[in-house]
């Protein structure tokens, strides 16, 4: 079955560039979704099919894929940023969800 | 405004069937490309899809639990329910419903999450 995984720990200053990538045999192919998860809260939606934001959802987030990676980058982050950051492609109809990795913002 | 909700029992002993309930607004099931999912999240861990349910009445069930897992919807009253059976202590999670739809030609997943319901299994 395809699996994807997480780095478990990214951490960033406020103001500066986080990354946080996903891996995957060939996730660039598939389209690729991110979540983020605020403590005790429900995950929300961040970028879907790669690249695009929904509406609500700060220009400083961003998406890219290229061959086995996906990347969530957050510009200028904000202590409110800080968070659990979940990917997600599919595997046909299967949904697969990386392990999380977890945003300090110090 | 687009809203989920589930609800369920908090409590299942070992070896009962749980049956949760999404009661959903703001959209119809029977628009075309519409889909309501279970995703469950064990405290402290990631999120695990279950199953889904499109808006022609196609399901589709996790490999791992597809033999626990029944799902179904009820257009009239803006429902899905999830039965899971044989339940077990490694059950125990938050149990999340979620809407995904198509969107100007494109499949945006779990773009609205209910809120989770907690469900512990324990004798």
């Known amino acids: 079955s395809y699996e994807v995984s997480q780095a478990p720990s990214v951490s960033v200053s406020p103001g500066q560039t986080a990354n946080i990538t996903c891996s995957g045999d060939a996730l660039g192919d598939r389209a690729t979704y991110w979540y983020q998860q605020k403590s005790g809260q429900s995950p929300v939606l961040v970028i879907y099919r790669h690249t695009k934001r929904p509406s609500g959802i700060p220009e400083r987030f961003s998406g890219s894929s290229s061959g086995d990676t996906a990347t969530l980058t957050i510009s200028a982050t904000q202590a409110t940023d800080e968070a659990d950051y979940y990917c997600q492609a599919w595997d046909s109809t299967n949904v697969v969800f990386g392990g999380g990795t977890k945003l300090t913002v110090l | 405004q687009v809203t989920l909700k589930e609800s369920g029992p908090a409590l299942v002993k070992p070896t009962q069937t749980l049956t949760l309930t999404c009661t959903f607004s703001g959209f119809s099931l029977t628009a075309s490309g519409m889909r309501v999912s279970w995703i469950r999240q064990p405290p402290g861990k990631a999120l695990e899809g279950l199953a889904h349910?499109?808006?022609?009445?196609?399901?589709f069930y996790s490999t791992s639990l597809r033999t626990r897992l029944t799902i179904s919807k009820d257009t009239s009253k803006n429902q899905v329910v999830l039965t899971m059976t044989n339940m077990d202590p490694v059950d125990t999670a938050t149990y999340y419903c979620?809407?995904?739809?198509?969107?100007?030609?494109?499949?945006?997943?779990?773009?609205?999450w209910g809120q989770g319901t907690m469900v512990t299994v324990s004798s």
């Open positions: 349910i499109d808006w022609d009445d196609n399901k």
């Open positions: 979620a809407r995904s739809r198509t969107l100007g030609g494109d499949w945006v997943a779990f773009d609205v």
